[in-house]
């Protein structure tokens, strides 16, 4: 059997050499742009499978009549919408990504989409993870990190510490956008929750 509900399971034992060999995987990787979509949009689906196991347990502990219930089950709905389009969601985050990811490295005075690609869509392993809180979700940003600036250490040739910059760029400048955006927002750096003052 090759493949189950759509997902792939060479790409089960593929996941496996990536964490534990990153190294050696990231020396060797010559895969093309479609071998990364499949493989990219085989974790997303994998992540949301995890999720909806999850969900599923806990629903049976929320009562039927309450908020809660209604609410967890729409968020099975859109589970399930997003393992229907996760092709779509592989397309869009692996061109965003690699353009990113391959726009600092080009500042740091290199350029290879197809390389930044192979960073973004194997690095998604991470997704595999479960999700069950803050601690897991920290872990899998430490991971992906590290896999990532591996990633670019092998496929750019950077230095290690180079490779470090080019990965935490994209993040940072997310970060100071959103860091922006509250300031336009929220000028007086008063929180959405703030109560203006009251006027006699």
Not at 111 to 137: E, K, Q, W
Not at 141 to 154: A, R
Not at 167 to 194: D, E, Q, R
């Amino acid at each position: 059997m090759e493949s189950f509900l759509g997902l792939e399971l060479k790409y089960f034992q593929l996941s496996w050499s990536i964490i534990s060999n990153p190294s050696a995987f990231f020396e060797q990787c010559n895969a093309d742009e479609e071998e990364l979509l499949r493989y990219m949009t085989f974790t997303i689906r994998v992540g949301i499978l995890l999720r909806l196991l999850v969900s599923m347990v806990l629903l049976v502990f929320i009562p039927r009549s309450s908020a809660a219930h209604t609410l967890a089950i729409s968020l099975l709905f859109i589970q399930l919408l997003v393992y229907i389009l996760a092709r779509l969601g592989a397309i869009v985050s692996l061109w965003l990504g690699s353009w990113l990811l391959n726009l600092f490295a080009q500042l740091a005075g290199q350029s290879d989409r197809l390389a930044a690609s192979r960073i973004v869509a194997f690095s998604s392993v991470v997704s595999l993870i479960p999700d069950s809180g803050t601690m897991s979700a920290m872990w899998s940003v430490i991971v992906g990190l590290i896999l990532e600036t591996i990633g670019v250490h092998k496929q750019y040739r950077f230095r290690v510490l180079r490779a470090i910059l080019v990965v935490l760029g994209p993040p940072l400048v997310v970060i100071v956008l959103l860091l922006l955006l509250k300031l336009i927002v929220y000028p007086a750096g008063l929180g959405p929750f703030v109560s203006p003052p009251m006027h006699p």
